[in-house]
């Protein structure tokens, strides 16, 4: 992944809150072919777990042992020019934030250990305080048995943040203010910008 030093996040909260806050991960997975897949991802003690119907290709070719890629992007935002000190000195652009994960597969078919997985990933995102139990208990084991979870064991992280460092301090509080008064979907940046940043408003 293209990492100019500038953007290089080596912050681990930072990293820990981006993939909290965008958990369906793009898997990419490349062995005998290329399979790119989606796969909603939660911390499960010092690993990653997730899961996938066992009709996806993934599931079909991927063994423990094998080394798989994860990617976590978080929402974009523009960055107008007319959001710095000399507009017309400067063109558009985009901050944001992305992730690259490799990582040791551990395929898992032992259906009470995928269980216990839904039931963690369940309880990250719920909510509206729904629970397996409210799903017929007679329909749960077919549901699991169309299902492989898996844990992935981090090798190595690729950490980009791309939150107007090389800018000055006039114009990357700004920015900041300026996402505070766009659309929801630019408050992840706007909001990681201030920790990184240590602005309080």
């Not at 994960?101 to 259906?111: E, F, P, R, S, V």
């Not at 749960?140 to 190595?156: C, G, V, W, Y």
């Not at 300026?178 to 909001?191: E, P, Y």
């Amino acid at each position: 992944m293209f990492i100019p030093h500038e953007f290089e996040n080596k912050n681990d909260e930072l990293n820990k809150i981006l993939i909290q806050n965008n958990p369906l991960a793009l898997l990419i997975y490349n062995n005998e072919c290329l399979e790119v897949t989606n796969i909603p991802i939660s911390f499960f003690g010092d690993k990653l777990v997730g899961h996938l119907s066992i009709r996806n290709e993934v599931c079909k070719m991927a063994k423990t042992g094998d080394i798989s890629h994860l990617i976590f992007n978080s929402h974009s935002s523009y960055i107008s020019p007319s959001w710095y000190r000399n507009p017309s000195m400067n063109v558009p652009t985009w901050n944001y934030c992305t992730i690259k994960l490799t990582a040791k597969i551990n395929k898992i078919t032992d259906k009470q250990n995928i269980k216990t997985i839904l039931e963690h990933q369940i309880r990250d995102f719920e909510r509206s305080q729904w629970t397996m139990n409210d799903f017929p208990a007679s329909l749960l084991d077919d549901m699991i048995s169309e299902i492989n979870a898996f844990e992935f064991k981090i090798k190595s992280i690729e950490s980009k943040f791309k939150i107007s460092q090389n800018r000055s301090k006039e114009d990357q509080i700004s920015v900041i203010k300026n996402l505070q008064k766009s659309k929801d979907d630019t408050l992840f940046i706007h909001n990681i910008m201030k920790q990184y940043y240590e602005i309080n408003e």
